[in-house]
């Protein structure tokens, strides 16, 4: 199987992390393996890469896409990155960089083993679980939560408008709703042609039912956290988002961080794709890279 996902503001990013060829570097989110890898070209034999992923679709892939690169100074784990302080110390290193590129892989929206990621797979069914092993899935959180909860869930972590109507129409019709088509389709009805214009009605919807299905936010404070504690004094942390809300964590975080003495920002602002390669990979549009240095 080929590669299907562009890493975005790939090479500012690696830069970001000023590698040594003898350091220590972990990939939060090894996704299709192409930050990874470009971590791993620049280590020699006494650096060491680790990669994480929640994904065993992503593990799988990797494994097989890079095994003749595979060594044993990289090294790949399923886990969630908010436990990122074991991961690290079973391999009794202390890291120098670390890099986390959040959301979904373009391999997740395209071929998601019927997990629903994508408001565009019409027959999949409302699951989005990032690891199959967590217990609830879309449809049990539209089931369980009552309307009001539901609305409130769309409004936080969608930003949704008309989050009321949305959670309105889907407790009425929630007997019918299966698959992706369904909620989209009943989407569709209730918010008004206007606001319909370029984007996909449903998108804010689905980006909320995986923030919550997957607790991406918590996991995403606690990775910080337990990042930058077991990162090296000059070490670096680079965080790569997608939207405001985890931008706004992420941005939080690092400025608590330099207020309190204890680390300084790369950049003053955020880096930004370029206008080039917003064009080759549309899905790097929202990106932005915000780097952070301990004290
Ligand atoms: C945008 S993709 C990364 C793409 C990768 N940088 C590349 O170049 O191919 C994000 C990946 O992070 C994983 N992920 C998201 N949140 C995670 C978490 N809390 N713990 C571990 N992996 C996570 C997803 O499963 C996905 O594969």
């Known amino acids: 199987m080929d590669k299907i996902h562009i890493p975005v503001l790939l090479k500012e990013s690696?830069?970001?992390?000023?590698?040594?060829?003898?350091?220590?570097?972990?990939?939060?989110?090894?996704?299709?393996?192409?930050?990874?890898?470009?971590?791993?070209?620049?280590?020699?034999?006494k650096g060491l890469l680790l990669s994480?992923?929640?994904?065993?679709?992503?593990?799988?892939?990797v494994k097989d896409y890079y095994k003749d690169s595979l060594k044993e100074n990289w090294r790949i784990e399923k886990n969630n990155f908010s436990k990122i302080s074991e991961l690290a110390k079973s391999l009794n290193r202390t890291p120098d960089g670390i890099l986390m590129d959040l959301g979904l892989s373009s391999r997740q929206l395209e071929y998601s083993h019927n997990r629903g990621?994508?408001?565009?797979?019409?027959?999949?069914?409302?699951?989005?679980?990032?690891?199959?092993?967590?217990?609830?899935?879309?449809?049990?959180?539209?089931?369980?939560?009552?309307?009001k909860e539901l609305a409130r869930l769309f409004l936080t972590y969608g930003e949704e408008r008309y989050a009321k109507r949305i959670a309105s129409v889907i407790k009425k019709h929630i007997a019918d709703i299966n698959t992706v088509g369904d909620l989209t389709r009943l989407v569709y009805r209730v918010v008004p042609a206007a606001h319909q214009s370029s984007k996909n009605p449903s998108r804010r919807v689905f980006q909320a039912l995986r923030i919550v299905v997957n607790d991406e936010l918590n996991s995403l404070k606690l990775g910080l956290e337990n990042s930058f504690k077991i990162l090296n004094k000059r070490g670096r942390i680079s965080v790569i988002t997608f939207h405001s809300l985890e931008d706004r964590i992420v941005k939080d975080f690092f400025h608590n961080q330099?207020?309190?003495?204890?680390?300084?920002l790369l950049y003053k602002d955020v880096l930004a794709p370029t206008d080039e390669e917003i064009r080759e990979n549309p899905r790097s549009a929202s990106a932005k890279l915000r780097t952070l240095i301990k004290n």
């Open 14 to 45: 690696i830069d970001s992390l000023d590698i040594k060829a003898d350091g220590f570097y972990i990939d939060c989110t090894l996704g299709d393996g192409g930050h990874s890898f470009e971590i791993f070209k620049k280590l020699n034999s």
């Open 52 to 61: 994480i992923d929640q994904d065993q679709y992503a593990i799988d892939f």
């Open 117 to 147: 990621f994508s408001y565009q797979e019409e027959n999949e069914p409302l699951d989005m679980r990032m690891d199959e092993q967590l217990g609830v899935k879309a449809k049990d959180l539209l089931v369980a939560l009552p309307e």
């Open 258 to 264: 330099v207020d309190s003495g204890s680390g300084v």
